[in-house]
Every structure is written in C-alpha cells, then in structure tokens.
T-cell receptor, first 108, second 116 residues
Framework: KQEVTQIPAALSVPEGENLVLNCSFT??????LQWFRQDPGKGLTSLLL?????REQTSGRLNASLDKSSGRSTLYIAASQPGDSATYLC???????FGAGTRLTVKP | KAGVTQTPRYLIKTRGQQVTLSCSPI?????VSWYQQTPGQGLQFLFE???????NKGNFPGRFSGRQFSNSRSEMNVSTLELGDSALYLC???????????????FGPGTRLTVT
C-alpha cells in the first residue's frame, strides 16, 4: 500500500527566503506526482505535474523534482512571498494518494 | 474555460439523513473523482468516474455512492449520515482517466458538509 509522507508538517520563514518542501512515497511504481496548494477552506490548485519519466518541472518561482528510485520529490520555492502562505500537498498516482501537507507561513 | 464547480458550497444535515452533492467538471473532461478531506484523515480518495462508469473506488462504506451523467456531471450521495461524515468534499476533473499517462486533476472549491 502506497504511503505518502510530507516533511515538515509546518514551516514559517521570512519573506524572500528560498525554501524546500519534501514529499516521500513508499512505492516507486507511480505514473506521476502532482503538487498542489490549498488555501484555508478552499479547494486545491494544481502547481506542477511531473510524469514518471521526468526528473523535474518548473513554473515561475517553483521547481519540483522527482527521484523515483529513492521515492522522493521536492518542491523548491524561490524568493518566497506572503502570498505563498498556504498548505502544500503532494499526490502520487497510482490510486491517488495524498500526503498530509506542509503548512507554509511566509512572514512579511 | 470555466473551472470545476460544486454545489452546494455549504450544507448542514442531521444524523441519519441522506445528502446529494453535485460536481460539474471542466468542459471536455470525462473523468470526475471525489475526495473527502478531514483534519484527522487528510485527503482520502472516494471514487472515480469516467464516461459514466465507476473505474476506481477507495476504501469507504457502501453508504457512499456516486454516478456520472452523459454530460460528465457527477453526483455523490451519502446515505444514513453519521457525525464522522462531516468534512470538506472535493471533486476533481481530468481529461483522462486514472490510466492516462498525463492524468492531471483540477479541483473544485468543495462542499463543506456538517452533520449534527
């Protein structure tokens, strides 16, 4: 059974810092991995999708990497802003398993 | 292109009642998935429908059911509500089903269900 873990559970940084969020999974036989952000009480917004054959994807200040062999993905956020404050979730497919998320607070 | 819409956004029901939630996917998307999100269990997969057929199902009791119509709109039904069913129910659509290589999900805002 696929287990997805996100570390840390919560993170608070000052504005402007570069930061890394981690996602690990136990079964490397995945089709893809998707990163989302969720604002309080809201739905999920897709950030990046990495296919199993890819190593990384970039969108603006965000960069996500995938290492299937070690069961890890990282989400790198450059020059963080207060508007980045949200909960970040990763999800792996087969079966769409989500991590518990990392709650990020960026302080002005 | 309009996003995924869910109705109603908020709902209060009494234990023992039943409830139906609705989800309209992005135009052209044929796959609709449902999730339950609670503080204790996080996001859990309920089921996925593709072209009116349930293709995948999570580990939930039979009180949770769904269907998909020919226009890809989907409904989820929960019968005999329990207090533990209080949650945010999220719907997501995708142009492909679970077996698609570029499966990417787009989520709606959710329906907040409170069972009293």
């Amino acid at each position: 059974k696929q287990e997805v873990t996100q570390i840390p559970a919560a993170l608070s940084v000052p504005e402007g810092e570069n930061l890394v969020l981690n996602c690990s999974f136990t079964d490397s036989a995945i089709y893809n991995l998707q990163w989302f952000r969720q604002d309080p009480g809201k739905g999920l917004t897709s950030l990046l999708l990495i296919q199993s054959s890819q190593r990384e994807q970039t969108s603006g200040r965000l960069n996500a990497s995938l290492d299937k062999s070690s069961g890890r993905s990282t989400l790198y956020i450059a020059a963080s802003q207060p508007g980045d404050s949200a909960t970040y979730l990763c999800a792996v497919r087969v079966g769409m398993r989500f991590g518990a998320g990392t709650r990020l607070t960026v302080k002005p | 292109k309009a996003g995924v819409t869910q109705t109603p956004r908020y709902l209060i029901k009494t234990r023992g009642q039943q409830v139906t939630l609705s989800c309209s996917p992005i135009s052209g998307h044929r796959s609709v998935s449902w999730y339950q999100q609670t503080p204790g269990q996080g996001l859990q997969f309920l089921f996925e429908y593709f072209s009116e057929t349930q293709r995948n199902k999570g580990n939930f009791p039979g009180r949770f059911s769904g269907r998909q119509f020919s226009n890809s709109r989907s409904e989820m039904n929960v019968s005999t509500l329990e207090l533990g069913d209080s949650a945010l129910y999220l719907c997501a659509s995708s142009p492909e089903g679970f077996g698609g290589t570029s499966y990417e999900q787009y989520f709606g805002p959710g329906t907040r269900l409170t069972v009293t």
